[in-house]
């Protein structure tokens, strides 16, 4: 039973975080961004599965499933933040000028206080969950609690870390670089 247990915990981690990586890949259209986000979720999910092992939780029905939702509640600081990074141009439109750290800026100012609300309002009713009296509500308070504050952890720190650091200039592992796959330009009344 155990092992039906510890097989359904993979195959659920494994098929969010393949979904995720696959929807990182069309929204940012970057692989570079994408495979960042894919090792910061992965960080956060072995993180949480440790501190599963220090709660003392045996891989029983409810761990299970906490396991296959660990990716999907990884994914949506980083998601965002992601999507910031590459909605930044480098041309100095935002007026923050060029480069890496700039992005990064712009993504903390644009997206870091609609993060840190969600984590918030998420971790006050993980929080009231934990209250239950049902073991089965008690637990997954505290696993969404758990999860939420490492998601939010690990966005704002290892994500962005690795954006300042080597995340991509330009048009560097965007998609649509290619010239084919090129999104058409918007062509103003002015020009016409």
Avoid at 113 to 141: H, K, R
Wanted: overall charge neutral; some cysteine; hydrophobic content about 55%.
């Amino acid at each position: 039973m155990v092992d039906g247990f510890n097989k359904s915990a993979r195959t659920g981690i494994t098929l969010a975080l393949s979904f995720a990586t696959v929807v990182l890949f069309i929204f940012t259209g970057n692989v570079i961004v994408t495979a960042m986000s894919v090792v910061t979720i992965m960080a956060v999910v072995v993180s949480v599965v440790g501190m599963m092992v220090l709660y003392g939780w045996t891989l029983g029905v409810i761990e299970a499933v906490c396991l296959t939702l660990v990716s999907g509640f990884a994914v949506d600081y980083i998601v965002h933040f992601a999507l910031s990074y590459i909605a930044c141009k480098e041309d100095g439109t935002f007026g923050l000028g060029v480069g890496r750290a700039n992005r990064v800026t712009f993504a903390f100012f644009e997206m870091g206080i609609s993060v840190f609300s969600g984590s918030i309002t998420t971790i006050g009713a993980s929080c009231f969950l934990m209250l239950a009296q049902l073991v089965m509500f008690a637990q997954f308070g505290k696993f969404m609690c758990t999860t939420i504050v490492l998601a939010l952890l690990y966005s704002n720190t290892l994500f962005m870390a690795m954006l300042s650091m080597c995340g991509p200039s330009g048009t560097a592992g965007s998609i649509y670089a290619v010239k084919c796959l090129q999104k058409p330009s918007v062509v103003s009344d002015e020009s016409q």
